[in-house]
């Protein structure tokens, strides 16, 4: 169905707003038909460089045929870049570990069977072995280990993780006392073509110990946040993804940038142009906190909801049109199964 190499865009757009791959080396180890690469590309050349110079680009991937399509992808585009076939839980064919400027993914998610005995000794699992069914734990910690010392990291995960428990809890507890957590973006259902499932954005930065943002994390929910394509699809535009990165800019002490007209929304959430916790969107949490939420990395524990305005209207009179809004859907419903019963006892004479 394709699933295993196709990342929506615009979700790949909002990774690399928020690493900013300037230069360096990029890395990849479920790196699909690499349009995590080209968005890289795409990000370099529009901020006025050259992406072949300023980015080296690497990949593995399992299936071959898929291979081919990062290698086509890639040439089409006017890239070049050293992709190899090989199965990441048991092959690291570039010596990944501490070895990359910025890791992007899209991992298969709750992936099972992964032998984990050959694995206990791989220097890039120092977080030590989940003892689930479950690969989520194995890629996070891939995706860690392959940073060097000012690297960043920005991964599609499942929800479960953030919520982790047992073994993953521990592992995520380690991960978080590392100072390396640095972002955490809730994105709502629909935006992948062959699941609805909603999932979770990670966001490591090995460059921020020693900042200001060394204790904390930013948690956000852009759950509320889309564009609707159709009945079953969602995405976010330029100027959401531009509010979006410009929430974390604001936060690490960037200035916010503004190639896509997100100005008037960033400005209505932060009138002074600086950072600020806003309810139902986004929170500052120390690691003292996280603690205290049994180590949850859940941006829906964290933000709370949005402020309500009050409405205008007789609250009892509302209630007396829902109550007559309900007893005609009632009647409506009864007239329905009547002749559902009726057509079926037709159908039943009928054979």
Known sequence: KGGEFYTPTSIVKLIVEIIEPFHGRIFDPA???????????????EHKANAMEAISIYGQERVAETVRLAKMNLAVHGLAGDI???????????????????????????????DKERLKDDLRFPFGMPRVDNANYLWIQNFYSTLNDTGRAGFVMANSASDARTSELEICKQLIQAKAVDVMVAIGSNFFYTVTLPCTLWFLDNGKRGTECEDTVLFIDARHIYRQLDRAHRDFTPEQIEFLANIVRLYRGEEPENLHDSAEMLEEKFPDGQYQDVPGLCKVAILAEIEVQGWSLNPGRYVGVAAREEDDFDFFERLEELNEELEVLNSEARELEERIAENVVVLMKAK
């Open 31 to 45: 790196c699909g038909s690499g349009g995590m690469f080209v968005q890289s590309a795409r990000f370099v050349r």
């Open 84 to 114: 190899r076939q090989g199965n990441t839980y048991y092959e690291d064919l570039h010596n990944s570990v501490g070895k990359f400027d910025f890791v992007m993914a899209n991992p298969p998610f709750n992936v099972g069977r992964v």
